[in-house]
């Protein structure tokens, strides 16, 4: 029974991945986590899982059965920012930088097979983009509060011009009146 339900996970520890060679786009808010999922249901005993970060392949996290080991990377740039969920093997990024941008890979290897995910990850650095945002808003908001003040205005001054001609069309009508 136990080989079964075994069986059972390997398979669908096999088609989580689908295509290999598709690359997984995230985009995330700097300051803010990332998981990147991998859908395994549960890491297996014959599992190896390995995390690798940029064009250079630099392994950050390296699973082994059911223990595992994170790196900081040479440069140190994950420090206390990586974290695993001990039972699938997704990566969780805390507290993001633009510098974590770029290709994330993960490798699954097991005794019946081998899967890679590849996840290209962007995170965005808004304080920049919040500025013309900001300006771009304000400067809507005064076109429309000009337009509504012509608007207003032109109204005023046509309704006058109107009651100025009515007044005086009414006075022209009552003087060319003749008298009996």
Known sequence: MEKLVQQHKRERHNCVFGDTDTVKSVSVKEGDSVTLQINVTEIQTDDKIDWK????????????????????GPDGRFRDRLKLDHQTGSLII???????????????????????????????????????????????????????????????????????????????SSSSVPHR
Do not use: M, W
Request: include cysteine; charged fraction near 20%; aromatic fraction near 8%.
């Open 53 to 72: 970060f940029g064009t250079n392949k630099i392994l950050i996290v390296k699973i082994r059965a059911k223990t595992s080991k994170i790196f900081d």
């Open 94 to 172: 805390t507290n993001t930088r633009t510098t974590d941008s770029g290709l994330y890979e993960v490798k699954i290897s097991s005794s019946s097979s081998e899967d890679t995910h590849r996840f290209n990850v962007t995170v965005n650095d808004f304080t920049f983009c919040q500025v013309p945002e900001a300006v771009t808003r304000l400067v809507i908001s005064a076109l429309v509060g000009v337009a509504a003040a012509f608007i207003v205005v032109y109204d005023i001054t046509s309704r006058k011009a109107e009651q100025e001609k009515t007044a005086q069309t009414s006075s022209s």
